[in-house]
């Protein structure tokens, strides 16, 4: 498939590649191979993305499927508080490095996936980053808009999201169709935010999934 734009999703800024990205040398190098197949949920893309930004101290990889009664603020990694509305439940957790951690909450059948780690870049490159060595890697088939939109957050952060259809073996759901969200705050965390559901079905899920998050607080 090719690169096209999926329908609802609306023109901005050509999407960003890997291209101008800060990086760190070791992390260039790591990249050169092939991207591990995941695993169990968000867990592959930590370890990605835990290269990328050099995380230099160690840690069991560690994830979790799990159904949980939300209780207040969720937290991932260090510095990110999500606060999931009513009816979406935790499903999994995975941790791979002090700081960097993944969550996902659901309801019915939609999904919010959300990765947290300190980060060195923009939220551009952060948002290429996840589709190009994650999404594609992952996907039998994907189709993601060829330009961005520019989202701001109600703490004032300013992200970018791309909207995709793919199919992924990983999720048993046919074709899927959704959106990511990256945000970079100026202490250095990063945050993307999968937003995704069975093709057709995101619309429903589509209003919750952007106000949590609007209301994530990232410090």
Request: charged residues 15%.
């Given at each position: ?100 951690d993944a969550l996902t909450l659901s ?101 919750d999934v952007n106000q949590m998050i ?6």
């Amino acid at each position: 498939m090719g690169d096209t734009v999926p329908q609802g999703a609306s023109e901005g800024t050509a999407a960003p590649s890997d291209e101008g990205r800060e990086l760190e040398p070791s992390a260039v190098g790591a990249l050169g191979g092939q991207a591990p197949r995941r695993s169990s949920g968000l867990l592959s893309t930590i370890v990605i993305l835990s290269v990328v930004v050099a995380v230099t101290s160690g840690g069991f990889a560690l994830s979790s499927a799990l159904s949980e009664r939300i209780q207040g603020a969720q937290v991932v990694g260090n510095d990110v508080r999500v606060h999931p509305l009513s009816g979406w439940v935790v499903t999994r957790r995975s941790f791979v490095a002090p700081g960097i951690d993944a969550l996902t909450l659901s309801r019915g059948d939609g999904n919010l996936e959300i990765l947290a780690a300190p980060v060195r870049g923009t939220p551009s490159g952060l948002l290429g980053l996840y589709v190009d060595r994650y999404l594609r890697s992952q996907a039998a088939q994907l189709s993601v808009s060829s330009t961005y939109t520019t989202v701001s957050l109600s703490s004032g952060l300013v992200g970018v999201r791309v909207s995709y259809v793919g199919t992924f073996p990983d999720r048993s759901a046919g074709v899927v169709e959704g959106q990511v969200t990256a945000v970079v705050s100026p202490g250095g965390t990063g945050v993307v935010f999968d937003g995704w559901s069975p093709r057709s079905l995101l619309q429903y899920a589509q209003t919750d999934v952007n106000q949590m998050i609007d209301g994530t607080q990232v410090f």
